[in-house]
């Protein structure tokens, strides 16, 4: 019987879920482990599969290796190759900063130092002509300087270079052939786009991981055959779809952000299959809380995201704190509040909670591992929501005491309060962070979360998703089965896709329909021949299009999505008033002119069988009758604990559902059912 495996590496745990033919589910969780992620991934697939390794037939991966080392700045050594004059654009960048007024911010660092961005004579017009022809002689002292600094990677973006590339394709073929060892990436390849910053500052990312990314997924893929796994590797994108290990180690800037997109894309199946129009997907794990939004079935995707500026502030208006990525992801909000997330009181005493986090090493103080400072994980032991009897199914057990000693001594006594309300106290603050993140997916895109049902699903997301809904006027809640490692599981309803984008900057009232339909049928056929490459014969596969617009004098563009068949410029027009309306609340006059910035195409190839499961049927697991537990106004209660099979009809909270990788706190007022697929719901 065949096995499709989905692994999540977490902050914390990494996550396990193997699927088979008959729809049976597996799980798995063990430590992440931070020294080699390679290592946690390979004890829990021999914890998950046992001597099953010839049964697999595929490994689908989400890793936060690329983002990672952004963060930690351990990428290559990285030169930039760019026009003469342009060499500064990655310390000018477009002025955007996450603190306006503050004098002593600074921005970060740039990856490439400026002694290794090397300036060649040439330049492009922005219609492709040539304005200036390129320069060999001013080549060679570039390529001189690569050899001499020991250069392992080169990015190489030239002014106008997304309308003629012909100049940057001789530069790479010089360096390629001078230096046939180094890592290259070329911004017409990588991103044939408009904007020089983002395109360059988006080639300079993919340079800086490649050679990072290729030695990961090359080792990963060495250390699956070793365990006699010979089934293809494959990693979740940013924006959500598949993509195959040789394209990533070309293009890894398009995983930067695949960790946090799988339980978003796992989301949207769930909303297909339970005909929901509308959910909230909030992820709580070990470090971060992420929220996303699925409307009709399909996920949000931003046009650019940020990296290497730490979590994010949960608000779409701050940016500038980090590195430009501008390639299609999956549109998510995330806060540096997780099961992890360290509570303090700051230096004038007030309470805090994150960013920063206690990880996996040494984790909280209930894990025994060397951890001094309260967590998020250790107020939810010390209030009774956890089994002391241990995480995973009791395979770390958990020290209550320890966690009450520290509550105690770092807050409950220096704020004068009872160990029980100190601990209240912080995972009250840590809910009110988390609702920055979802009133950014939802208000801040124009869209009232009272509309939406929540879908909560992480290590921790249960914990506090009756809380936080409660909160925010969100009347349904959803917990799906194997809700502590449903981003694995997300994976493993993933499809592979591919993204191909092309600038044209022209008047809607102006434009040459043939032209645009040129276009698209360009990138339509780019993405059915990577689809090809992947196996895909035509009959799987499925393509939509999409603009990106702007009324004429707007800095900035929204995405539209377009339909099948003829598209007259006027249409797509129509289109993006009616997106522009929904996003921000108003439309221009019709008269008013709307510009074309640029066109799209996603190339989806689609399985031969559906992937989800048509019912995941809970299992049974051991779990104490009852336990007390602490609810503000009420104090010391004892509460009924059962596990997901043992919800027999509709059961009134307060009550706490227990299973092997999550638990679900039902508060008073609640009530909650599992429902024909196997979720909880959870209604007031």
Not at 532 to 553: C, E, T
Not at 588 to 609: H, K, N, Q, T, Y
């Amino acid at each position: 019987m065949t096995l499709r495996i989905g692994v999540d590496i977490g902050g914390t745990f990494t996550d396990l879920v193997a699927v088979a033919e008959d729809g049976s589910v597996t799980t798995f969780k063990t430590a992440s482990t931070p020294r080699d992620y390679g290592d946690g991934i390979i004890e829990g697939l021999r914890g998950l599969i046992g001597e099953a390794a010839g049964d697999v037939a595929d490994v689908l991966h989400a890793t936060t290796v690329g983002s990672n080392t952004i963060l930690e700045g351990k990428g290559a050594r990285t030169a930039l190759v760019t026009t003469k004059g342009f060499r500064d654009i990655l310390e000018i960048r477009d002025l955007r900063m996450p603190r306006l007024y503050d004098i002593g911010w600074t921005k970060p660092r740039a990856l490439v130092e400026r002694r290794l961005r090397l300036e060649v004579t040439e330049k492009m017009r922005h219609d492709g002509s040539v304005a200036v022809p390129l320069d060999m002689g001013s080549l060679e002292p570039v390529i001189a300087m690569l050899k001499a600094e020991q250069v392992t990677s080169v990015a190489i973006c030239l002014l106008h270079s997304y309308a003629n590339p012909a100049h940057e394709q001789v530069v790479a073929a010089a360096v390629r052939e001078a230096l046939p060892d180094i890592a290259i990436s070329v911004s017409s390849e990588i991103l044939p786009e408009i904007k020089e910053y983002p395109r360059t500052s988006t080639t300079v990312i993919n340079a800086y991981v490649q050679p990072v990314v290729r030695a990961y997924v090359t080792a990963l893929d060495a250390r699956l055959r070793a365990l006699g796994i010979a089934a293809p590797l494959q990693l979740m994108q940013s924006n959500g779809g598949l993509a195959s290990a040789a394209f990533v180690a070309h293009a890894p800037a398009h995983i930067i952000e695949s960790g946090p997109a799988a339980g978003v894309v796992g989301g949207a199946a769930l909303a297909r299959r339970l005909d929901e129009p509308r959910i909230i997907t909030f992820d709580m794990g070990g470090t971060t809380a992420k929220a996303g939004l699925v409307e009709d079935g399909e996920v949000l995707r931003a046009e650019a995201i940020e990296v290497g500026g730490g979590v994010m502030a949960g608000s779409r208006l701050v940016v500038g704190a980090g590195y430009m990525l501008k390639l299609p992801a999956i549109d998510l909000a995330e806060v540096g509040a997780g099961g992890g997330s360290i509570c303090r009181l700051d230096a004038a005493g007030a309470p805090k909670v994150g960013p920063d986090s206690a990880g996996a090493e040494p984790g909280p103080v209930c894990y025994g591992r060397g951890g001094t400072l309260p967590t998020i994980t250790d107020c939810n032991l010390a209030l009774g929501y956890l089994d002391p009897g241990g995480l995973a199914g009791g395979a770390m057990r958990l020290d209550r005491d320890a966690s009450l000693a520290a509550i105690r001594q770092h807050l409950a006594d220096p704020m004068k309060l009872s160990v029980e309300e100190a601990a209240h106290g912080m995972l009250r603050l840590a809910s009110a962070t988390m609702m920055r993140a979802i009133r950014a997916v939802s208000v801040e895109r124009g869209r009232d979360p009272r509309q939406f049902a929540m879908l909560a699903f992480g290590g921790n997301g249960p914990l506090f998703a009756a809380g936080i809904a409660a909160e925010l006027g969100i009347s349904r809640v959803l917990v799906p089965p194997l809700p502590g490692v449903f981003s694995a599981f997300g994976m493993l309803v993933a499809d592979a896709e591919h993204h191909a984008r092309q600038s044209i900057r022209v008047r809607l009232d102006q434009a040459d329909p043939e032209r645009i339909a040129g276009i698209l049928a360009e990138l339509t056929k780019a993405g059915a021949d990577r689809l090809a490459a992947d196996g895909f014969p035509v009959a799987r596969q499925a393509y939509q299009r999409a603009a990106s617009a702007r009324y004429l004098g707007q800095s900035s563009e929204i995405e539209v999505a377009l339909p099948d068949g003829d598209l007259p410029p006027a249409l797509i027009a129509r289109f993006f008033a009616e997106e522009h309306e929904k996003t921000y609340g108003f439309r221009a006059p019709e008269e008013e002119p709307v510009e074309l910035i640029g066109l799209s195409v996603m190339a989806r190839g689609l399985p031969e069988r559906p992937r989800l499961p048509g019912r995941i049927p809970p299992k049974t697991q051991a779990a104490p009758a009852s336990r007390k537990a602490w609810f503000p106004g009420a104090g010391w209660v004892e509460t009924q604990v059962t596990d997901r099979a043992g919800l027999a009809g509709k059961v009134a909270g307060p009550l706490i559902v227990q299973e092997y990788d999550a638990t679900c706190l039902v508060p008073a007022g609640m009530a909650a059912e599992v429902d024909g697929f196997g979720n909880i719901r959870l209604t007031g």
